[in-house]
């Protein structure tokens, strides 16, 4: 049974900041690319973040959205089926559901989202 699960959410103050972890289970977690998006009220989801999978020439190769570059820091281990978000100088406009994916063409995971907000 394929699982991601976020966690490390919460309520962080401006100008501060959080970790999250999504912890994976059910499939070959190395060889999929790992993403984070986030979601408000209304509007579309968001890919943040990502990460790819094993098979990379040069080691990981990571993206992020214009939004969070800078800010955000997007890690795996694969020893222990883990991805994180590092996020930090954090904004109230960062208020969102994150959701962890798990991608290998055709399948693709999601967890199951976590609230993040920032607010003092």
């Known amino acids: 049974q394929v699982q991601l699960v976020e966690s490390g959410v919460g309520v962080v103050q401006p100008g501060g900041s959080l970790r999250l972890s999504c912890a994976a289970s059910?499939?070959?977690?190395?060889?999929?690319?790992m993403r984070w998006f986030r979601q408000a009220p209304g509007k579309e989801r968001e890919l943040v973040a990502s990460?790819?999978?094993?098979?990379?020439?040069?080691?990981?190769?990571?993206n992020y959205s214009d939004s969070v570059k800078g800010r955000y820091t997007i890690s795996r281990d694969n020893a222990k089926n883990l991805v994180y978000l590092q996020a930090n100088s954090l904004p109230p406009e960062d208020t969102d559901v994150y959701y962890c994916?798990?991608?290998?063409?055709?399948?693709?995971?999601w967890g199951q989202g976590a609230q993040v907000t920032v607010s003092s």
């Open positions: 990460i790819s999978g094993t098979g990379w020439r040069d080691g990981w190769s990571t």
């Open positions: 994916n798990a991608r290998s063409e055709p399948n693709d995971y």
């Open positions: 059910g499939f070959s977690f190395s060889r999929y690319a």
